[in-house]
């Protein structure tokens, strides 16, 4: 009798969460949240993040580094498959606007991230480290783009290359190397050297945001 009645209460827990995180947050955002505590994902998205971090604008990070893994997981696509055919197929247009769109997003929740690390304050004391990492990410995300535009092939890179010549390949020595005709070096830059710095980056960036926690808003 007794372990029928724990059934029982074990059964109707669910839905007593529910019904709180309705109370708590609403109808609408208790339903789209409803996935983090059902099986296999429950495990995924326990409860790390203190309350006055459950706000969306601290998912900026996050939605960041989510935009990071599309573009790997598309560029990785798109240079296996090479120019002609995101140049010529109708799939691999598609798969290049997603990219180069996804880049433009990867930028906003950037800065947007950025911005509200600087407004409450999270880069005091010893985190000002990971406040200079997410700075040089931000720097090298826009050589990567400068890279990713010459590397494209048509005409808005040919616009860029022949404008980032006058302004960058010139002077300094260093950047002749980096000559915008050479679509081999460009491409080379854009999918393997800063990709691999900036993961590199945003690791350690994560790292110290889960061994220092998040900082408490001023």
Request: overall charge negative.
């Amino acid at each position: 009798m007794g372990a029928s009645v724990e059934s029982d209460e074990e059964h109707t827990k669910p839905e007593d969460e529910f019904q709180a995180r309705v109370a708590e947050h609403g109808y609408l955002r208790a339903v789209l949240e409803s996935f983090a505590y059902l099986p296999p994902w429950g495990g995924l998205f326990k409860k790390s993040a203190p309350f006055y971090a459950e706000s969306y604008w601290y998912c900026m990070g996050g939605i960041t580094f989510l935009m990071f893994i599309y573009l790997a997981i598309s560029g990785i696509i798109l240079a296996w498959l090479g120019p002609f055919w995101w140049l010529s197929s109708p799939v691999g247009q598609v798969i290049k606007a997603s990219h180069y769109w996804s880049a433009q997003a990867f930028f906003f929740f950037l800065v947007l991230h950025l911005i509200r690390v600087w407004a409450t304050g999270a880069y005091r004391g010893r985190r000002w480290v990971n406040w200079a990492i997410g700075a040089t990410t931000l720097l090298l995300s826009l050589g990567e783009n400068l890279f990713g535009l010459l590397a494209r092939g048509d005409w808005e890179s040919q616009f860029v290359s022949m404008h980032s010549n006058d302004m960058l390949f010139t002077e300094p020595f260093f950047f002749n190397l980096f000559s915008p005709a050479n679509f081999t070096v460009d491409l080379t830059i854009h999918i393997a050297l800063i990709p691999a710095i900036m993961f590199a980056l945003i690791f350690a960036h994560v790292t110290l945001v889960r061994l220092q926690g998040i900082a408490r808003p001023l």
